[in-house]
């Protein structure tokens, strides 16, 4: 019954900001990992930052360290990527991804996206003049 549930996307132009939001709804486990992935026309699906809901473990991609930043409303389940400093090259799908087996088995935040458990519709993000 768990529901992935996303919102924000759009076009902003180069050097602007976004926010995307993501919350799981439903019963869960209490130790899960969240986070984002994107992926643009012709390129591989790309882990870009994760959290975890105990201990604040977070990851960033190079590609958007320092420029994107993730945060977890714990109690809510809702999850935020705040996005600045944006280039053309963020244009993508970004994908809310939301997991606990992966946690539960090896106990850390999944790398692939095979090993997510539940994803959201996803979201575009347009960064153009």
């Known amino acids: 019954a768990t529901q992935v549930v996303e919102s924000g996307g759009g076009s902003v132009q180069p050097g602007g900001s976004l926010r995307v939001s993501c919350q799981v709804l439903?019963?869960?486990?209490?130790?899960?990992?969240m986070g984002w992935f994107r992926q643009s026309p012709g390129k591989e699906r790309e882990r870009i930052a994760t959290i975890s809901s105990v201990g604040d473990w977070i990851y960033y991609s190079d590609s958007v360290k320092d420029r994107f930043t993730i945060s977890l409303a714990n109690a809510k389940r809702i999850m935020y990527l705040d996005m600045s400093r944006l280039k053309p090259g963020d244009t993508a799908t970004y994908s809310c991804a939301f997991d606990w087996e992966h946690y539960l088995d090896y106990g850390s935040c999944p790398y692939r996206p095979s090993d997510v458990s539940y994803w959201g519709q996803g979201t575009e993000v347009t960064v153009s003049p």
């Open positions: 439903g019963d869960t486990e209490d130790e899960y990992c």
